[in-house]
C-alpha cells in the first residue's frame, strides 16, 4: 500500500498553484483525506502533487453580499466551530455527520465538493442551497451555479487545470427552515442514503427543496412543495411533528422511487435505500417546515 | 481473585511497545512486496519475473519455479489432495493469493517492482457458495482430488435412530454462519533469515506467531529442515490477533524462500488491503442440526450436519473448525446421542483458520438457534427449554456421548443469574406491551459451554481410525515455564506464552508473588519466544484460552520446586527442619514461631554464593522448568471420541433488541452475561476479556462479513466495506456477572476466559433479533443481521 512514484510542489500564490496544475497530470493535495488513500492503494498516480496548504490566501473565511465564502484550504472543522457558519444553519446541521472530527480536521470544504463523492454531504448542501464554486485556472476565472457542477461520480466540471478557489454559500433568509439527516449503518460512516432539506415558508408562499445523496451517482434535488402542501392539507396549518411526518409518509415513498437510482450494494439494495429516503424525507420535512414557521415568526415580530 | 493493574500497560500506553516493526534484529535486512492474484481461480500459463528483476533497486524476485524447486508443500492435517504451498504453483485458487515476491531496498520500491512481474492467467470458473462446491458439476479447485469435499467423517454416538424413532417431535433446521474474522491492529509481519550453517540451511525467522507450535514443524516440513533447524524468534510485544495470526506461518517460508535468494534477511510487514484479502478468517458454515425432542422439549437425541467453507486449502489447522468443539457438541444439554457428519469443502476463497471462539461460534449458531426453535414450536418459553435441557450441577464431572468431560459446572444457577440481572420477568412484560403497540422487540439467550485449553489430540479425527497410525496418536495441552531466582532474591519468570495483550505477564506475577509469599515487585516476568532458548513443545502457544488454566498451574510446578530448595537454604540458616517453614511476606519462617525467620533473598542468596553449606544432595538450583500436562488431554480413542478440551467453563447471555421500523436498525438494548469461567485470576482482565469478545461477537452478530461476489472478488476488501465495530456501536448496557466453580483439573481452579461471548453472543442476538420479529413470520437462520438484510427477510415474507 506504497504510492507510486510523483513529484510534489508546494507553491505559495494562486498563481503559481495554477501554473503547476496547468501541466499534465498535476492534482491537487488539499487535505488529503481522500486523495491519500487514493495514491496508497494506487488507484490513482498522478505526474505532480500541487499542495496548496500554503497558500495563505486560500484560507480565507469571510461573508459578503448574502453569502459565506469558504475558501479552498478552510478545514471542516473550522467551519463548524466558526460563528460565520451559523448564518447557514444546513452547514452546521450536515457538517458533523462528516466522518469523525479527526476526518473533519484535515479535511477542506472545497476538497468535499471538488472529489464529489456521491455519498457526501456537502456537494448535498451545496445542491440544496445551490451554492456558488468558484474556479481558477491560467486561462481565467469562472462561477458555476451547483445545478451545473456536479456530473457523476466523482466527477464535476472542474478541469484538470482549476482550481477550485472558493465556495459560496447563501445565507438563510427570513422564512426558511432546515432539516438533515442521514443513516450509515456505523457512526461517521459515508450515508447510506441522506437528505438535506430547505423550506421557505413567506406568508402564504411556500417552497419545499430537498437534496438526496448516497443514492444516485450524484446528489439529487428535487421539489416537494407539492407533497408539503398535500400533506399539510390533510393534517391542518399548525400540525406536530409526528403529525406531520405521517402526513408525509406515503408522499416520501414515492419521491424515494423517483431520486433513488443506484443499483445497490451489500449494504443497501435500491428497495432498502428507497426505505431509508422516505424516512428520512418526511422527518426532515416535517422538521424543516416546523423550523421555518417558527423562523418566519420570529422574523415578522 | 484480583484487580491488579496490568504491568504490560505503562510501556504500551507510553509507546514503548516493541513490536516486530520497531525492532531491527538483523541488520542488513531487505524489504518484501507480494504480488498477488486478481483471480478467484485462473491457470497460470507463465510467470515472467525479468523485470521486475532488472528494476533498480530490487535484490531477488521469486515465483512458483523457485518454491517448487526448494519448498515442499505443507504437511496437512489429513490426507487430502489438495497440496498447499505459500505461493499459487499450478493455478491461482483466491483473490490475493501470493503468486511471487519481489525484494528491495525499500516497500516502495519492492511495490514499484511487484507492478513489472508479469503473470500470463487463464482464468477459470469460480466456486464460491459452499452449497454449489458440494455438487458433482463445481467447477474443482485441486485437480488431483475427486471433489471438493476435502474431508467427510461420520460418527454416531448412543442409540441415536432410535431416539428419532421413539421421538414425539422432530425439529429439523438449517443455518449459515458467515465469514469473519478479528481484524487485530498489527498486521502480520515476518523478518526471515536463510543461511547455510554446517548441518545444513539453517533458518531464522521472527514473526509475531503465537501458535500453536505445531505449525513450527509444518513450517520446517515446507522447508525440507528438521524443526531445530527453524528457529523462531516472537517479539514480546503483539498487536492483537485473536487466533488470526496464527496463519501467519506460510510466510515465514515464504519469506525464508526470498532471503535464500537475495542473500539477505528479508521483512514482510503485511498491510491492511492485504490482511483483508488474504491472512485469515473464522470459517463459514453451512449446517442442520436436528433434534428428537418430547412433548415437553426435552432433547433425547441430536443429528448435527456440519459443511465447512475453508478456502482454497485445507490450510493446516484445518479441518480443526470442525474438531475444536467434538466434546462439547451437545453443548450445555444432556442428550446422550449425537450423530456427526463432519465436511469441509474448498472454494475459491481465501483459506481459514484459528479465530477467537475457533468453532464454538459456528456450532453454538447452530445449537442455540435450534434451542429456541425447539421452544418457539413447542410453544415453550426458551428459558424453560434450556432449563429442562441442561446438565444438572450433581452430575460432573459429565461425559458428553462425544467423548467430552466436563470437569465442573452449575449451569442452571448461572442461568438465573443472567436472568435475574436482566429482569427476565419483567422484560417479558415489556415485550407482550411493545408487541401490543406494533414495536418489534426481542429477547434472546444463548447458553453455552466454553471450553478451553485445547488438547489438540482432536486433529486426529479428522483421519478415519483405520488410517491412524497404531501408537502415533496425537493428544495433548502440555504448557511449559521457567522460573528462577537471582542473588537479591528477584523471581524471573521466563513466559514463552505469546500473548497478544491478554495480560499473561501481570497474572503471572500475581500468582507467582502469592505462592512464594513475595511483594508483587520481586517478580519479574519475561515475555520471550525464541525456539532455541525457550522451553516449549508442540501445544505450545496462544490459544483456546490455555494461559489461565494451563500455565498458571505449571507455574505453581515450578514454584513448588524453587520453595523447596529456598527451604532447604532456609533450614540451612535457621537450623530447623525444611518440612517445618513456609514462605510468607518476602520472609521465609517457621510456620509455628514466625519470629524464627529469614527473608526469603537471604535463602536465595545462600544457594547462589555459597552452596558449599547445602545439605548433602541437594543441588544448589535455583531455576525451574515445569511442563504442566493434564492426564485428561488424551488422544481420539478407537471409537473415536474425544475429550477435546481440558475445561468447559459456562456462558449464559441475555440480550434484548430493539429493531427500527423505518430503519430496521437492531439497537442492542441491554445485554445480561454471567460467565464461570472457574476461578478467578484477575478480575479487571477477565471483565476486559468478555468486553472484547463481546466486541467480537458483535461485528459478526451485525456488522462484518468477509463477503465475495459469485465470481470470487472479495467485496469488503478494505475498512470501507468491512466494518468493525467502533466504541459507537459497542456502547450498549452491559451487566456482566461471574460465577465461580473451580475446575478440579488445573492448579488453581482456574478455567480459560478468553473466548466465551464470541461463542455465545452472535446467537443470543440472532435470537433477540428472531424473538422479535417473530410476529412477522420472520426466521432468522444467518448473519451477520442489519437493516439491508432485515428489509429483505421482510419483504420476502410479505411476498414482494
Ligand atoms: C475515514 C474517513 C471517513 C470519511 N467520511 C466522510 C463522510 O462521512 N462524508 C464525507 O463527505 N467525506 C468523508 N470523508 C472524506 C473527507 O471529507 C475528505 O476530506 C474530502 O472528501 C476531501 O477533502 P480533502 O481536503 O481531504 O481533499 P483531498 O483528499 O486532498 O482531495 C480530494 C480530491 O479533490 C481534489 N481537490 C481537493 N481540493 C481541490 C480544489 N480546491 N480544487 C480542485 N480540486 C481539489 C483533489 O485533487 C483530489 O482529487 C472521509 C474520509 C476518511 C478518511
Redesign the interface.
Known sequence: MKAAPFAYVRPGTVQDVVAELARDGAKVLAGGQSLVPVLAMRLGRPSTLVDINAVPELDRLSRDNGSIRVGATVRQRRLQRDDLSASVPLLRLALPWIGHREIRSRGTVCGSIAHADPAAELPAVASCLDATMLLTSTRGQRQIAAAEFFTGALTTVIEPDELLTEVLFPVAGPGEGFGFGEFARRHGDFALAGAAVRVRTTGDALQARVTCFGISDQPVTADVTAQLRAALAEVGPSPTGSQLRRGLAERADEVAADVVDTSGDGHASTAYRRRLVAGLLAREVSRAYLTSTSASEVSAS | MTGLARVEDAALLTGQGRFLDDLDPLPGTLVAAVVRSPHAHARIRSVDLDRARSHPGVAAVIGPDEVLATLKPFPLSVKAATPYYPTATDKTRFVGEPVAVVVASD??VA??AAELVDVDYEPLPAVVRTDRALQDDAPLLHDQAESNVATDRTFTFGAVDEAFASAAHVVSRSYSFPRYSSTPMECYAVVAEWRDGVDGPEVTAHANFHGPFSMAPVVAGALGLPTSSLRLIVPADIGGSFGIKSAVYPYIALMALASKHAGRPVRWTE???EHLVASSSGSDRLMTFEAAVDDDGVVSALRVDLVDNVGAYLRPPEPSTLYRCFGNITGAYRIDAVAIRARAVVTNKSPTGLNRGFGGQQLYFGLERLMDDIATSRGIDPADVRRRNMVTSDAFPYATPSGGIYDSGDYHRALELALDNAGYEQLRKEQRISRDNGEWMGIGLATIVDPSATNIGYVGLATPVQDRTARRGKSGSTEHVRVSVDPQGIVSVLLGSVPQGQGHATVARDVVARHLGLPVEQVRPRVEMDTATTPWTISSGSYSSRFAPLLTSALLEACDRLADTIKVAASVLLQVEPAALELADGMVRVSDDHERAVAFRHAAGLVHWDPGSLPDGCSARLYEEAAFSPPQSKAASLTDQINSSLCYGFVADVVVVRIDK????VRIESVSSVHDAGTILNETLLEGQVHGAMVQALGGAM?E?M?YSDSGQP??GTF??Y?C??A??ACFPLTSAHQETPSPLTRLGAKGCGEGSSMSLPVAIANAVADALAPEGVQITSLPL???VL??LL?ATNGD
Not at chain 2, 423505518?662 to 436498525?665: A, C, D, G, N, V
Open positions: 516497500r516502495y511495490e514499484d498491510d491492511r488491503l423505518q430503519t430496521l436498525q456488522f462479513e463477503s467485496t469488503a470501507m466495506d466494518l465495530p467502533t459507537a456501536e442489519h437493516g439491508n428489509h429483505q419483504n
